[in-house]
């Protein structure tokens, strides 16, 4: 599985079923109430659910207009917040989701079907698993690419910030970056030119 998000391409390992969830049906369905939402929502061999939201501060080309662009790096207070709340209104979704299936009687009957249905990409699987999956194991990640000139606390300053919040549905809490990551050979990211 390939997407492009922030000028970054990710490239998933086949035990990944990766959501991108700001181009999804229910993310637009629902942002029109004021909710954020996380960038990928993913399923890591049926057992983690993870959440990533990928920062990309790193200088860009737009070939088509030939020019190059600066893009500032949030202060870390800043980008923790925001990071918060993309956390708690995916969260709200996901809840969402699961209310509006439950609505119909022969979801309700066959919801444990839908749980261990061994193929994710379909909608009513993936939603259901993730529902379940974020009872006991949510990782959410922070993709950050940085210029060289940005601050070289800056990953340890965000750190900072999102632990004085009080996240304590996350399983795990990791922030990356595109040539030192936690996935390895899992999850291929690359800059676009």
Known sequence: MTFEESGLRF????????????????FRA??????????????R??????????KNYRTRYNAK????????????PELAFE??????????????VLQYYHRS???????????????LQHNRAFWTLADSL?????????????DRDDPEDYEEQLI????????????QMSVTNTSEHIFKEEVIVKLLE
Request: glycine fraction near 4%; avoid cysteine.
């Open 83 to 96: 990071l918060k709340r993309k956390l708690e209104d995916t969260l709200l979704a996901i809840d969402a």
């Open 105 to 119: 009687w022969w979801f309700r009957r066959f919801r444990g079907m839908w749980m261990r249905w061994p193929f």
């Open 160 to 171: 900072a910030e999102l632990a004085k919040f009080d996240l304590h549905i996350l399983d």
């Open 134 to 146: 974020v009872q006991y194991h949510l990782h959410y990640v922070v993709w950050l690419a940085l």
């Open 65 to 76: 207009m030939n020019v190059s662009f600066d893009v500032n790096v949030k202060p870390a």
């Open 30 to 43: 629902l942002s029109g109430n004021g909710l954020k939402g996380v960038d990928f929502i993913a399923i």
């Open 11 to 26: 490239s998933f390992a086949s035990n990944w079923v990766v959501k991108k969830y700001d181009e999804h049906p229910y």
């Open 45 to 54: 061999d049926q057992r983690e659910l993870i959440f990533i939201e990928v």
